[in-house]
């Protein structure tokens, strides 16, 4: 008996990922989620130099402004709220010395730039089409920062803007390094905030727009671009709201590692595979609480995990406990 419609994914043939690999994941807040499954595996990866980035407009901007090497400067930043903050950047930036906004955005900026350049993965993850549009400098926001509703516009991102949005980013990645691997990806948070039927117009477009520049003509530009279907397990296989947490929103533990494990299947190696298993049983082993710290056998557990730790270190010099 089958009790759920499963997606048929394909392993890749070449260019999996293994621990030689260094991603970059760039986009909504389900990049974290995937960020943190990286994290806890001891992969090489950087998650979201500006923060969270919900549409492709503002994924554009910042990898525009990192390839270009942007110096942000005083007019680049706003005070509101007794904080100075970015339109360009998360509200994790925002800061109430100016000075340090700044300093901070400058300084990703270069490790950005760097990280672009020598990742052999790059990982989008789109949240959503609708974009807020400053009516006084016409400019499209990453982030309103609880600026007042009535000094934007809101417009939705139409497919062909998608798609051409897309393939600008594509074109400049590729610009500075030609054989990295590109994974599109819809977020499954569903971005309720907009309305119901504004949400699925919204992911609607925003999959069509991936799918409409990734159907083009094979061409150096969309080469070694790819689309996992985040969205669509969310949905299809995942579909129960136990899978949710409680703002019946956001994916929950239980999906994220089922979307994890879904990911896993088709881009990791197998020799990564066995790695992230031995990850795991230190990672199991450093969460253990004994009930008896002093004992001899958990003298000779610690030994145990740091001898596994040593050996893991002198394979792959990066990992760190």
């Given at each position: ?5 499963k ?13 030689s690999?260094n ?9 974290e ?23 492709p ?5 910042l990898?525009?402004d ?27 930036f925002s ?18 730039n ?18 807020y549009?400053s ?23 139409t ?7 897309i393939e600008?980013?594509v ?25 119901f ?13 991936i799918h ?12 070694q ?6 969205y ?6 995942l579909?129960?709201?136990r899978?949710y ?10 999906a ?20 992230m298993?031995?990850?795991?049983v230190?990672?199991k082993?450093l969460?253990?609480?004994?009930f ?6 958990h003298k000779?557990?610690l ?9 893991l270190k ?8």
């Amino acid at each position: 008996m089958k009790l759920q419609t499963k997606i048929p994914l394909e392993k890749q043939s070449k260019n999996l990922i293994d621990y030689s690999s260094n991603m970059l994941l760039i986009g909504s807040c389900f990049v974290e989620n995937i960020g943190e499954k990286l994290d806890y595996f001891k992969f090489k990866n950087t998650q979201n130099p500006f923060g969270i980035l919900f549409h492709p407009k503002a994924i554009e901007n910042l990898i525009s402004d990192v390839i270009n090497k942007k110096t942000y400067s005083e007019k680049d930043v706003f005070f509101h709220n007794e904080q100075w903050h970015c339109f360009d950047a998360h509200s994790k930036f925002s800061n109430t010395s100016k000075e340090a906004v700044l300093h901070d955005l400058n300084e990703n900026i270069k490790s950005a730039n760097k990280q672009i350049q020598e990742s052999t993965h790059v990982v989008i993850t789109l949240g959503t089409a609708w974009i807020y549009r400053s009516t006084h400098t016409k400019e499209i926001v990453a982030n309103c920062h609880k600026v007042p509703q009535k000094e934007f516009t809101k417009e939705l991102l139409t497919v062909d803007e998608v798609s051409t949005l897309i393939e600008t980013i594509v074109s400049l990645i590729r610009g500075v390094n030609s054989k990295v691997e590109i994974i599109f990806t819809v977020s499954p948070v569903r971005h309720i905030k907009d309305g119901f039927i504004e949400n699925t117009q919204s992911k609607a477009h925003l999959i069509s727009g991936i799918h409409q520049f990734l159907n083009q003509k094979p061409s150096t530009v969309n080469h070694q671009s790819f689309y996992f279907p985040s969205y669509e397990i969310m949905m299809d296989e995942l579909r129960d709201y136990r899978f949710y947490k409680e703002d019946m929103i956001h994916p929950n533990t239980t999906a994220i590692n089922y979307i994890w494990n879904r990911f896993q299947e088709v881009w990791m190696s197998s020799k990564a595979n066995n790695t992230m298993e031995k990850i795991h049983v230190i990672q199991k082993g450093l969460q253990h609480k004994p009930f008896n710290p002093n004992s001899e056998a958990h003298k000779n557990f610690l030994q145990n995990i740091e001898a596994k730790k040593t050996q893991l270190k002198t394979q792959f010099p990066h990992i760190l406990f």
